[in-house]
């Protein structure tokens, strides 16, 4: 399994999320979400696993005009407005294959099996 980790640099959870694996010594694929932007398919597998496409956006997130609009629109447009403006999601990503985490989640994390976990 690949842990991957959706974040920014700036970001204290992303931060705090980082510094749990490399403690356990498990590689991790950091993505800068300012530089490049999660895929359809990576944000469609994400919000498989954590519940639906609501549970992926951030309510406290510094474009809160965004944030208001996407709570009014249909599902299918909300999921298209989120991959449009990447800002409004909630940070850390964490991705082990078809699981995923959104936010700091270190107890979830400790129920994953990978390679390299020691």
Same mark, same amino acid.
């Given at each position: 399994?690949?842990?991957? #980790?959706?974040?920014?640099k /700036?970001?204290? %959870? +992303?931060?705090?999320?980082?510094? =749990?694996?490399?403690?356990r010594?498990v590689?991790?694929q950091?993505?800068?979400l300012k530089?490049?932007?999660?895929?359809k398919?990576?944000?469609?597998s994400?919000?498989?696993?954590v519940?639906?496409i609501?549970?992926? #956006?951030?309510?406290k997130? /510094?474009d809160? %005009? +965004?944030?208001?609009l996407v709570q =009014?629109?249909?599902a299918?447009?909300?999921?298209?407005?989120?991959l449009?403006?990447?800002?409004?999601?909630r940070?850390?990503?964490?991705?082990?294959?078809r699981q995923?985490?959104?936010?700091?989640?270190p107890?979830?994390w400790?129920?994953?099996?990978?390679?390299?976990?020691?």
């Amino acid at each position: 399994m690949n842990i991957q #980790i959706f974040g920014t640099k /700036k970001s204290f %959870d +992303t931060k705090k999320a980082q510094r =749990y694996f490399k403690e356990r010594r498990v590689k991790f694929q950091f993505i800068d979400l300012k530089e490049k932007g999660m895929s359809k398919g990576e944000l469609e597998s994400v919000a498989r696993a954590v519940g639906g496409i609501d549970a992926v #956006i951030d309510p406290k997130a /510094k474009d809160a %005009d +965004t944030v208001a609009l996407v709570q =009014y629109l249909a599902a299918d447009q909300k999921f298209e407005k989120v991959l449009d403006n990447q800002q409004i999601l909630r940070e850390p990503i964490v991705r082990n294959g078809r699981q995923a985490t959104v936010g700091y989640e270190p107890d979830v994390w400790k129920g994953w099996e990978y390679s390299g976990w020691e």
